[in-house]
C-alpha cells in the first residue's frame, strides 16, 4: 500500500517535472514525447524557470496527465541541481481507481527520500483508506508512517480503523507497529504495543492469523499455520493445531504448479489422541487408534493437448476419520461438502493415464477403494486396468460400421479370487434410415473373454465367447409452435417413440472366475420400449441473442424379459417377473431459476411404487436459492435433503440445511444460522447439529464468526 503511493509520485516526478521547461505561458499545454508510448501533458496558469537557481516552475491549477494518471497540485516546483522536487497545495494524484491526496510533497530524486504531509491515499483493490499525518520516505523501499490509520469503510467516522503510532515499512520486508490499536466507531478494543508482519508485493513467507475456538468436546482450541513461500511456482503451508483436550496435532500442504494445466498439491495431518480423550470420546471405538492421520495426494499433468495424466491418492488412518476430523481435511478439499462428506461409504485413491487419438482412446488405470463402513477383506481392487476403445466408424466401400471395446485387469484383494483378465469386444452395426422417417440399426458382438493366474480354483474354465445382438427402431414426430414478438419465439415438441431388443448368451458362466457382480458378464435377453417427448425453445436474450434451450423432457419405459436376469442389479426395474417396473423420468426447466429432476418406478404386479428420487432447485436474483432432494427406495431407504438460503432485509441472511432419514426417523446433520453484511465487515452465527453416530454422542456445535474486508478473519468461537 505505501510502496504503490511512492511509486505514483516518483512516476510523475521522473518523467514529468525532470524534461526541460522551455515553453511558458499562461494556461498553455505542453507535451513530450519520451517513447513511441509516453506522452505528457501540463497545464498551469503560468510556467517559468529561474536560471539563476536553476528552478523550474509550474504554478497555479497545475494539472499533468501521463497515460491514465493525474496529478493535481497548487504548484510544482524542481530543482535541477539539487534534484528536490516539490508539489504544494491540494496535491492529488490519481491512477485508474486510485487517489492519493496530500497537502505538500517533498522528495529528491537521487536519494529518493521525502515525506507527504496530511496525506490520504484510497486504492481500490480491497477498498483500502490509508491516512498519516506524515509518510516518510526512508530511502529506497524503505518508509514510515506516523500517526496512520487503516481501515476498509467507506464512512467519515468508520465502523472499524486500525490507527498506529509510528509504522515502519520495508517493501519486499516486514513492517512494524508501534502503539497500534483496533477501534470500533473510534472506541479502542485492543491493543498491540508492537506488532511485526510481513510486506512483500509478491507472495511472503511468515505467520498466518492464528483461529481460536471452543467445542464441548474438543475443548478450548487454537490452530496456528506458518506459510512459506518457497520459490515463483512452489509453496507449502505447516499446520500447529493444540486442543486442550484432544491434545496437539499437525500438518503439512506443498503445492507446486508447472504450467497453466499441469499442478499437484499433497496434504498430511496427523495427531495422537490423549489418552482420556480417547477413551472417553468414543463408543464403540470401530478401528479407531489413538494416532490419527490423512494424507493425500491431488495432481495433473498435461504432456500435450492428447496426452495427460491426473491423479488422487489417499491414506487413511481409520475409516471414520472423515467423521472425525472434517475441519482438518477440508484444508486440502478443492471441492466441499459437509453432508457429503460424512456419508461417504467408500474412499477412492486412483491414478490414470489417457492418449487420445482421431478415432481411437487409451487409458491406463489404477483404482483403490477403502470401505469406510466396515473392514471389508473382499473389497475388489484393480491394479491396474487398460482399456483401449474405437469409435463407431464406417469400413471403407461398405455399408457397416465398426466399434471395439477392449480391457486388461489385474484384480487383487486380500479375500476371495483375484487374477487377471482380458476382454476383446468388436462389434458390427448397420444404421439404417428410412427416408428419416424410420431408423433402424442392428448390431452384433462377439465378446472374447480370458482369465489367467487365478489364486484359487485353478480348474476353472477360463475361456469364453459371448455373443451380444441388439437392434433399435426408432421414429421422431415433432412440430414447431412460433410465437413471434415473445421472449420464446419458438417451441418444438417432439414425439420420439423406441423399440430396442438386446440378446446375451449365458454359455454357464458357473465356471467361469467371479471377481464381483459388476463384473459378471450376465444373459440377458429383454425387449425394452419407451416413449420420449422434448419440449425445446427458441429463448430471445436481453442483449438480442437466441439461445436453444430444453424446457422440458419426459420419457416412460419397460422391460420385458424372455429370460430372467440371474442378477437383479443388471437390468433396470426388474422385480421378479416377465415386465419390469414401468419408468418414468422427468425434467423441466421453469425459468432461469427454476429447475425439476425426478424418477419414478410403478410395479405392476403390486400396485405400488418401489422408487422414486427428485430434485429441486429455484433460485432468484436476489440471491434466495432452496434445494431440495428426496429419495425413497422400497425395504431400503427414504430420506430428504434440503438447503436453503433466504435474503431477510438488505444485508441480513439466513441459511438451513438438513439430512433426514425417514426410514430410519432421524436427523442425521442439521446446520443453521445468519449472515450479516456491513460494507466493511461480516458477522456469521451457526449452529451444527450432528446425530449420535458412529461411537460418538450427539454434539452440537455453536459459532460465531467475524470478517473484517480487507483483512479477513478476526476470530472465531464455537
Same mark, same amino acid.
Given at each position: 500500500m505505501m510502496r504503490k503511493c511512492f511509486v505514483y509520485l516518483l512516476c510523475f516526478i521522473t518523467y514529468v517535472i525532470v524534461f526541460p521547461l522551455t515553453s511558458l505561458g499562461k494556461n498553455a499545454p505542453y507535451k513530450v514525447k519520451f517513447t513511441s508510448e509516453e506522452n505528457v501533458s501540463i497545464k498551469?496558469?503560468?510556467?517559468?524557470?529561474?536560471?539563476?537557481?536553476?528552478?523550474?516552475?509550474?504554478?497555479?491549477?497545475?494539472?499533468? %496527465?501521463?497515460?491514465?494518471?493525474?496529478?493535481?497540485?497548487?504548484?510544482?516546483?524542481?530543482?535541477?541541481?539539487?534534484?528536490?522536487?516539490?508539489? %504544494?497545495?491540494?496535491?492529488?494524484?490519481?491512477?485508474?481507481?486510485?487517489?492519493?491526496?496530500?497537502?505538500?510533497?517533498?522528495?529528491?530524486?537521487?536519494?529518493?527520500?521525502?515525506? %507527504?504531509?496530511?496525506?490520504?491515499?484510497?486504492?481500490?483493490?480491497?477498498?483500502?483508506?490509508?491516512?498519516?499525518?506524515?509518510?516518510?520516505?526512508?530511502?529506497?523501499?524503505?518508509?514510515?508512517?506516523?500517526?496512520g490509520t487503516v481501515t476498509t469503510c467507506n464512512q467519515e467516522v468508520p465502523d472499524w480503523?486500525?490507527?498506529?503510532?509510528?509504522?515502519?515499512?520495508?517493501?519486499?520486508?516486514?513492517?512494524?507497529?508501534?502503539?497500534?490499536?483496533?477501534?470500533?466507531?473510534?472506541?479502542?478494543?485492543?491493543?498491540?504495543?508492537?506488532?511485526?508482519?510481513?510486506?512483500?508485493?509478491?507472495?511472503?513467507?511468515?505467520?498466518?492469523?492464528?483461529?481460536?475456538?471452543?467445542?464441548?468436546?474438543?475443548?478450548?482450541e487454537m490452530d496456528n499455520a506458518f506459510f512459506w513461500a518457497i520459490s515463483r511456482n512452489t509453496d507449502a503451508t505447516f499446520y500447529l493445531d493444540y486442543s486442550s483436550e484432544k491434545g496437539t496435532g499437525g500438518g503439512l500442504e506443498f503445492r507446486y504448479v508447472l504450467n497453466e494445466r499441469s499442478k499437484g498439491k499433497f496434504y498430511n495431518y496427523f495427531i495422537e489422541e490423549r489418552r482420556n480423550y480417547f477413551e472417553d470420546e468414543y463408543d464403540p471405538k470401530y478401528d479407531r487408534e489413538r494416532k490419527r492421520m490423512f494424507s493425500t495426494y491431488e495432481g495433473e499433468h498435461y504432456f500435450n493437448d492428447t496426452s495427460y495424466t491426473k491423479a488422487r491418492i489417499d491414506l487413511l488412518s481409520d475409516r471414520k476419520i472423515y467423521k472425525d476430523y472434517g475441519k482438518e481435511i477440508r484444508r486440502s478439499q478443492s471441492k466441499w461438502d459437509r453432508v457429503s462428506l460424512r456419508s461417504r461409504e467408500k474412499d477412492k485413491s486412483f491414478i490414470f493415464y489417457t492418449k487420445n487419438w482421431s478415432q481411437y482412446s487409451l487409458v491406463a488405470e489404477t483404482n483403490y477403494y477403502k470401505d469406510l463402513v466396515k473392514s471389508d477383506d473382499t473389497t475388489l481392487q484393480r491394479v491396474p486396468k487398460i482399456s483401449f476403445t474405437g469409435a463407431r466408424q464406417m469400413i471403407t466401400g461398405t455399408p457397416l460400421f465398426f466399434k471395439i471395446d477392449s480391457s486388461y485387469d489385474h484384480f487383487q484383494r486380500n479375500e476371495g479370487v483375484d487374477g487377471?483378465?482380458?476382454?476383446?469386444?468388436?462389434?458390427?452395426?448397420?444404421?439404417?434410415?428410412?427416408?428419416?422417417?424410420?431408423?433402424?440399426?442392428?448390431?452384433?458382438?462377439?465378446?472374447?473373454?480370458?482369465?489367467?493366474?487365478?489364486?484359487?480354483?485353478?480348474?476353472?474354465?477360463?475361456?469364453?465367447?459371448?455373443?451380444?445382438?441388439?437392434?433399435?427402431?426408432?421414429?421422431?414426430?415433432?412440430?414447431?409452435?412460433?410465437?413471434?414478438?415473445?421472449?420464446?419465439?419458438?417451441?418444438?415438441?417432439?414425439?420420439?417413440?423406441?423399440?430396442?431388443?438386446?440378446?446375451?448368451?449365458?454359455?454357464?458362466?458357473?465356471?467361469?472366475?467371479?471377481?464381483?457382480?459388476?463384473?459378471?458378464?450376465?444373459?440377458?435377453?429383454?425387449?425394452?420400449?419407451?416413449?420420449?417427448?422434448?419440449?425445446?425453445?427458441?429463448?430471445?436474450?436481453?442483449?438480442?441473442?437466441?439461445?436453444?434451450?430444453?424446457?422440458?423432457?419426459?420419457?416412460?419405459?419397460?422391460?420385458?424379459?424372455?429370460?430372467?436376469?440371474?442378477?437383479?442389479?443388471a437390468s433396470e426395474g426388474y422385480n421378479g417377473n416377465d415386465f419390469s417396473d414401468l419408468m418414468g423420468e422427468l425434467r423441466i426447466t421453469f425459468t432461469d431459476y427454476a429447475f425439476f429432476k425426478g424418477h419414478l418406478y410403478y410395479n405392476p404386479y403390486q400396485?405400488?411404487?418401489?422408487?422414486?428420487?427428485?430434485?429441486?432447485?429455484?433460485?432468484?436474483?436476489?440471491?434466495?436459492?432452496?434445494?431440495?432432494?428426496?429419495?425413497?427406495?422400497?425395504?431400503?431407504?427414504?430420506?430428504?435433503?434440503?438447503?436453503?438460503?433466504?435474503?431477510?432485509?438488505?444485508?441480513?441472511?439466513?441459511?438451513?440445511?438438513?439430512?433426514?432419514?425417514?426410514?430410519?426417523?432421524?436427523?442425521?446433520?442439521?446446520?443453521?444460522?445468519?449472515?450479516?453484511?456491513?460494507?466493511?465487515?461480516?458477522?456469521?452465527?451457526?449452529?451444527?447439529?450432528?446425530?449420535?453416530?458412529?461411537?460418538?454422542?450427539?454434539?452440537?456445535?455453536?459459532?460465531?464468526?467475524?470478517?473484517?474486508?480487507?483483512?479477513?478473519?478476526?476470530?472465531?468461537?464455537?
Open positions: 498551469a496558469d503560468t510556467m517559468y524557470y529561474d536560471q539563476a537557481n536553476n528552478v523550474y516552475f509550474a504554478e497555479g491549477n497545475v494539472i499533468i %496527465i501521463r497515460g491514465n494518471a493525474t496529478l493535481k497540485a497548487d504548484k510544482v516546483n524542481y530543482n535541477t541541481v539539487t534534484q528536490d522536487a516539490k508539489a %504544494i497545495g491540494t496535491v492529488s494524484l490519481t491512477e485508474g481507481e486510485d487517489i492519493l491526496n496530500c497537502e505538500r510533497l517533498d522528495i529528491n530524486l537521487d536519494t529518493r527520500i521525502g515525506t %507527504i504531509s496530511q496525506a490520504r491515499l484510497f486504492i481500490k483493490d480491497n477498498n483500502y483508506h490509508i491516512t498519516g499525518q506524515t509518510f516518510q520516505k526512508l530511502g529506497e523501499n524503505r518508509y514510515r508512517v506516523l500517526n480503523k486500525i490507527t498506529g503510532g509510528e509504522i515502519d515499512v520495508t517493501v519486499e520486508g516486514f513492517a512494524s507497529i508501534k502503539n497500534s490499536t483496533f477501534r470500533i466507531k473510534n472506541i479502542p478494543i485492543l491493543y498491540f504495543p508492537y506488532f511485526l508482519y510481513p510486506v512483500k508485493i509478491a507472495r511472503q513467507s511468515g505467520l498466518l492469523i492464528p483461529d481460536f475456538n471452543y467445542s464441548t468436546s474438543d475443548g478450548f487377471y483378465r482380458a476382454d476383446f469386444f468388436p462389434k458390427l452395426s448397420l444404421p439404417l434410415n428410412f427416408n428419416n422417417y424410420l431408423k433402424f440399426t442392428p448390431e452384433v458382438g462377439v465378446r472374447g473373454v480370458a482369465g489367467f493366474g487365478l489364486s484359487k480354483n485353478s480348474d476353472y474354465d477360463k475361456t469364453k465367447g459371448l455373443l451380444d445382438a441388439n437392434a433399435e427402431l426408432s421414429t421422431t414426430i415433432l412440430k414447431v409452435y412460433h410465437f413471434p414478438g415473445t421472449r420464446i419465439s419458438k417451441l418444438k415438441h417432439s414425439i420420439e417413440p423406441s423399440v430396442f431388443f438386446q440378446h446375451i448368451t449365458d454359455n454357464n458362466q458357473d465356471e467361469f472366475p467371479f471377481f464381483e457382480p459388476m463384473d459378471r458378464f450376465y444373459k440377458r435377453s429383454a425387449l425394452t420400449y419407451a416413449l420420449t417427448n422434448r419440449f425445446t425453445a427458441k429463448i430471445l436474450q436481453p442483449d438480442g441473442n437466441v439461445i436453444e434451450r430444453e424446457l422440458g423432457y419426459f420419457k416412460i419405459s419397460q422391460n420385458y424379459y424372455y429370460t430372467h436376469p440371474e442378477w437383479t442389479w400396485n405400488s411404487l418401489s422408487f422414486y428420487d427428485f430434485f429441486m432447485l429455484v433460485e432468484d436474483k436476489r440471491g434466495d436459492s432452496l434445494r431440495f432432494d428426496y429419495r425413497y427406495a422400497k425395504n431400503e431407504l427414504e430420506g430428504y435433503r434440503i438447503e436453503s438460503r433466504f435474503k431477510i432485509t438488505r444485508s441480513l441472511f439466513g441459511f438451513y440445511e438438513s439430512h433426514r432419514s425417514e426410514y430410519n426417523n432421524k436427523t442425521l446433520d442439521s446446520y443453521y444460522g445468519f449472515e450479516y453484511f456491513a460494507q466493511c465487515w461480516s458477522i456469521k452465527f451457526s449452529v451444527d447439529d450432528k446425530a449420535k453416530q458412529d461411537g460418538r454422542d450427539r454434539e452440537t456445535e455453536y459459532s460465531v464468526l467475524f470478517n473484517l474486508a480487507g483483512l479477513g478473519k478476526l476470530g472465531e468461537v464455537k
